[in-house]
């Protein structure tokens, strides 16, 4: 595969100056335009809550420690909904080539905000299944201004159908299947979640229902999506190809009335702790739905509870409980129990210890960590200056938040 050129020395300019000069415009010449300015840069300092638009054109991409590079989801996007975007699960120090509209990648440093939820309880009642605006369910934050995209309905059930003989369409487990296919369900409309399936096991060379798992019930569909079964690839090359005929099995859809899909158009101002939502509807019979809000922390600092004893130099303190725990969740779906929403990365502190003790004093935040979900706990993991004696219980609580960061990009 080629890969596109870096610029160097003599090539183009890499960004415009934003077209200021001590914070005036030139006269005569519109900001935001590559070739009218000196002191062009392939750096990037994004506060907590900002985002830039990668511009037009094909960039060498290297997102700070504490950045996300994201990417609209084009499937998720129509008149009135926003959409979604998607987060590249990668690691800080890696680069990557993306091809830029000027609208459908960015960088984004949400430390300190709000990037998702747990549904905890559906609710019951709501009116009007959908999406958005459409089904008159609000979700406001306590704090940090975030903006939500509500859903109603239309999630996948867990029971795959085997329908009865004569029923249209009618299901079928196929033959000649030598592998597991792979399954892939219709889209919803767009702002809804994506609903996903696999198969766990053929019998006889044939799927049944019982062996289709649906792994993401999915949100905001109309009506109940078809289940289309791609052969594996290696049926082609199996002594006998297979399979002879094509399986066919049967979703419906459950959740009527029930909140199923919640995320954020606009993930607000940074935060020190975890907003509650809240949800109106448009019933006054509504029982209101209840969840939970996925935070992107970092860890800024600790305060200490107990300071320790005989604690020698190279005590670390590292966060543990960083994500929110799926067994609380309404759904089966990813999105909702934060699998997919941020990759959480532990923080890690280097102590300070004066006289055997942890003190808060010229704390070395080693890494601040990244997508930490709720306030986490911290672990104090000591080293002990004496084999005879044992230090006490150790106990700080993190301080969390956001925290600036600069990303490189770079012309290709």
């Given at each position: 595969?080629?890969?596109?050129?870096?610029?160097?020395?003599?090539?183009?300019?890499?960004?415009?100056?934003?077209?200021?000069?001590?914070?005036?415009?030139v006269?005569?010449?519109?900001?935001?335009?590559a070739?009218?300015y000196?002191g062009?840069?392939?750096?990037?300092?994004?506060?907590?809550?900002?985002?830039?638009?990668?511009?037009p054109?094909?960039?060498?991409?290297?997102?700070?420690?504490y950045?996300?590079?994201?990417?609209?989801?084009?499937?998720?996007?129509?008149?009135?909904?926003?959409?979604l975007?998607?987060?590249?699960?990668?690691?800080?120090?890696?680069?990557?080539?993306?091809?830029s509209?000027?609208?459908?990648?960015?960088?984004?440093?949400?430390?300190?905000?709000?990037?998702?939820?747990?549904?905890?309880?559906?609710?019951?009642?709501?009116?009007t299944?959908?999406?958005?605006?459409?089904?008159?369910v609000?979700?406001?934050?306590?704090?940090?201004?975030?903006?939500?995209?509500?859903?109603?309905?239309?999630?996948?059930?867990?029971?795959?159908?085997?329908t009865?003989?004569?029923?249209?369409?009618?299901?079928?487990?196929?033959?000649?299947?030598?592998?597991?296919?792979?399954?892939?369900?219709?889209?919803?409309?767009?702002?809804g979640?994506?609903?996903?399936a696999?198969?766990?096991?053929?019998?006889?060379?044939?799927?049944?229902?019982?062996?289709?798992v649906?792994?993401?019930?999915?949100?905001?569909?109309?009506t109940?999506?078809?289940?289309?079964f791609?052969?594996?690839?290696?049926?082609a090359?199996?002594?006998?190809?297979?399979?002879?005929?094509q399986?066919?099995?049967?979703?419906?859809?459950?959740?009527?009335?029930?909140?199923?899909?919640?995320?954020?158009?606009?993930?607000?101002?940074?935060?020190?702790?975890?907003?509650?939502?809240?949800?109106?509807?448009?019933?006054?019979?509504?029982?209101?739905?209840t969840?939970t809000?996925?935070?992107n922390?970092?860890?800024?600092s600790?305060?200490?509870?107990?300071?320790?004893?005989?604690?020698?130099?190279?005590?670390?303190?590292?966060?543990?409980?960083?994500?929110?725990?799926?067994?609380?969740?309404?759904?089966t779906?990813?999105?909702h129990?934060?699998?997919?929403?941020?990759?959480?990365?532990?923080?890690?502190?280097?102590?300070?210890?004066?006289?055997?003790?942890?003190?808060?004093?010229?704390?070395?935040?080693?890494?601040?960590?990244?997508?930490?979900?709720?306030?986490?706990?911290?672990?104090?993991?000591?080293?002990?200056t004496?084999?005879?004696?044992?230090?006490?219980?150790?106990?700080?609580?993190?301080?969390?938040?956001?925290?600036?960061?600069?990303s490189?990009?770079?012309?290709?």
């Amino acid at each position: 595969m080629a890969v596109p050129r870096i610029g160097g020395l003599g090539s183009a300019p890499v960004l415009p100056n934003p077209g200021l000069v001590n914070n005036a415009t030139v006269a005569g010449k519109p900001p935001f335009v590559a070739g009218y300015y000196s002191g062009f840069t392939n750096t990037i300092t994004l506060f907590p809550g900002e985002v830039y638009n990668i511009p037009p054109g094909t960039w060498y991409i290297t997102p700070g420690p504490y950045t996300f590079l994201q990417w609209l989801d084009p499937v998720t996007v129509t008149t009135g909904v926003t959409g979604l975007w998607r987060t590249k699960p990668t690691s800080a120090t890696r680069a990557d080539f993306v091809e830029s509209d000027g609208s459908n990648y960015r960088l984004a440093n949400m430390t300190g905000c709000a990037v998702g939820a747990v549904i905890t309880s559906g609710g019951a009642g709501y009116p009007t299944n959908g999406i958005g605006t459409a089904n008159g369910v609000t979700c406001a934050a306590s704090s940090g201004a975030s903006t939500w995209t509500t859903i109603v309905g239309g999630a996948v059930s867990l029971t795959v159908t085997s329908t009865t003989a004569g029923a249209s369409p009618a299901s079928t487990g196929g033959s000649g299947y030598n592998f597991p296919p792979i399954c892939v369900i219709d889209a919803p409309p767009a702002g809804g979640m994506q609903a996903t399936a696999y198969v766990t096991a053929l019998s006889a060379g044939t799927v049944v229902a019982a062996n289709v798992v649906i792994t993401n019930q999915g949100a905001g569909y109309s009506t109940a999506p078809n289940l289309t079964f791609l052969p594996d690839p290696r049926e082609a090359i199996s002594a006998t190809p297979g399979p002879t005929t094509q399986a066919l099995q049967i979703l419906t859809l459950t959740a009527t009335g029930q909140l199923t899909g919640l995320y954020p158009t606009n993930h607000g101002t940074v935060l020190t702790g975890v907003p509650t939502l809240t949800f109106a509807g448009t019933s006054a019979s509504t029982s209101a739905a209840t969840a939970t809000t996925i935070m992107n922390f970092c860890v800024t600092s600790y305060a200490i509870t107990s300071a320790g004893s005989t604690l020698g130099a190279g005590t670390v303190v590292v966060s543990v409980s960083n994500t929110i725990a799926a067994s609380v969740n309404f759904l089966t779906n990813p999105l909702h129990n934060g699998t997919g929403v941020t990759f959480p990365r532990p923080a890690r502190i280097m102590a300070t210890i004066t006289g055997g003790l942890i003190t808060t004093t010229s704390q070395v935040v080693e890494d601040a960590g990244l997508g930490i979900q709720q306030v986490p706990s911290t672990l104090v993991q000591p080293v002990i200056t004496s084999t005879t004696s044992v230090a006490p219980v150790t106990q700080v609580a993190p301080n969390v938040g956001g925290v600036v960061d600069t990303s490189l990009i770079q012309s290709s």
